[in-house]
């Protein structure tokens, strides 16, 4: 951070290592984990960026594309702020509801709920034409196959984890032309390589699991590319809406 001058300075103390008298960040704030590097890696290359240059104009872009949408013209932008503990209140959703929100985004707040109560709880909040945008970390715990433990044989153990290299090999390359990392040596646990692999074999299983009895559309269900930067690599990115709604 020493290279950058204070007026350019783009960070969060959330993002980086602490210094003295700073109380820690959790793991899942340390900044590598949280760059969307699939919006990174194809703009740049190794021999002319810097990957910590790299983040740093994801991140003065970033900001600059904020500051353009909160200048004039706009002459006034209201934000409420409103919060209350989950419940089944019918007179707080309906008021969400009123609001016939575009979008709504829930976080992975589905991994805290079973499927059929968490679908109740957003339906109640949905407008017209409301879109869902949702993560899912937890998903695999919900579904056989999805971890390396569920296999017994150590035979299909080591298969599993082969194809998984070989997968992360073939695909890391082709995805990520910017030669900032190596895929042909993954120094990772044994079970984050074979989420990999396995997460994929089984994820349409979740989402019929998931969308079982909904009448929804525009559904998109799909993974993030794997990075080396990233600590979970079987997150579901989750999107949809509900038909037939008043």
Same mark, same amino acid.
């Given at each position: 951070?020493?290279?950058?001058?204070? *007026?350019?300075?783009?960070?969060?103390?959330?993002?980086?290592?602490?210094?003295?008298?700073?109380?820690?960040?959790?793991?899942? %704030?340390?900044?590598?984990?949280?760059?969307?590097?699939?919006?990174?890696?194809?703009?740049?290359?190794?021999?002319?960026?810097?990957?910590?240059?790299?983040? $740093?104009?994801?991140?003065?872009? !970033?900001? !600059? *594309?904020?500051?353009?949408?909160?200048?004039?013209?706009?002459?006034?932008? %209201?934000? $409420?702020?409103?919060?209350?503990?989950?419940? @089944? @209140?019918?007179?707080?959703?309906?008021?969400? *509801?009123?609001?016939?929100?575009?979008?709504?985004?829930?976080?992975?707040?589905? &991994? #805290? #709920?079973?499927? /059929?109560? #968490?679908?109740?709880?957003?339906?109640?909040?949905?407008?017209?034409?409301?879109?869902?945008?949702?993560?899912?970390?937890?998903?695999?715990? %919900?579904?056989?196959?999805?971890?390396?433990?569920? $296999? @017994?044989?150590?035979?299909?153990?080591?298969?599993?984890?082969?194809? !998984?290299?070989?997968?992360?090999?073939?695909?890391?390359?082709?995805? &990520?032309?910017?030669?900032?990392?190596?895929?042909?040596?993954?120094?990772?646990?044994?079970?984050?390589?074979?989420?990999?692999?396995?997460?994929? /074999?089984?994820? &349409?299983?979740?989402?019929?699991?998931? #969308?079982?009895?909904?009448?929804?559309?525009?559904? &998109?269900?799909?993974?993030?590319? $794997?990075?080396?930067?990233?600590?979970?690599?079987?997150?579901?990115?989750?999107?949809? /809406?509900?038909?037939?709604?008043?």
């Amino acid at each position: 951070m020493n290279d950058q001058q204070p *007026k350019n300075l783009v960070a969060s103390i959330t993002m980086f290592n602490c210094n003295d008298g700073i109380s820690p960040h959790s793991a899942s %704030e340390f900044m590598l984990h949280m760059m969307p590097v699939n919006a990174i890696l194809p703009k740049y290359q190794r021999e002319n960026t810097s990957f910590l240059d790299a983040l $740093y104009n994801f991140l003065e872009d !970033a900001i !600059a *594309k904020v500051c353009t949408w909160l200048s004039p013209p706009i002459e006034m932008m %209201e934000i $409420y702020l409103h919060f209350q503990m989950v419940s @089944d @209140d019918s007179e707080l959703l309906n008021s969400i *509801k009123q609001l016939n929100a575009s979008t709504m985004s829930w976080s992975n707040i589905c &991994d #805290f #709920f079973r499927a /059929r109560d #968490f679908h109740k709880l957003i339906k109640a909040c949905s407008g017209s034409n409301t879109v869902h945008v949702m993560s899912s970390m937890n998903w695999v715990t %919900e579904v056989f196959g999805g971890h390396i433990a569920d $296999y @017994d044989d150590s035979r299909v153990r080591r298969k599993i984890l082969i194809d !998984a290299r070989k997968m992360i090999l073939e695909s890391g390359p082709a995805i &990520d032309p910017s030669g900032y990392f190596r895929y042909d040596q993954i120094f990772k646990h044994p079970h984050n390589i074979s989420n990999v692999f396995l997460a994929r /074999r089984v994820k &349409d299983n979740w989402q019929n699991h998931f #969308f079982r009895g909904q009448d929804v559309d525009n559904v &998109d269900v799909s993974f993030s590319q $794997y990075a080396h930067t990233h600590r979970v690599h079987e997150l579901l990115n989750i999107s949809f /809406r509900y038909n037939h709604l008043t």
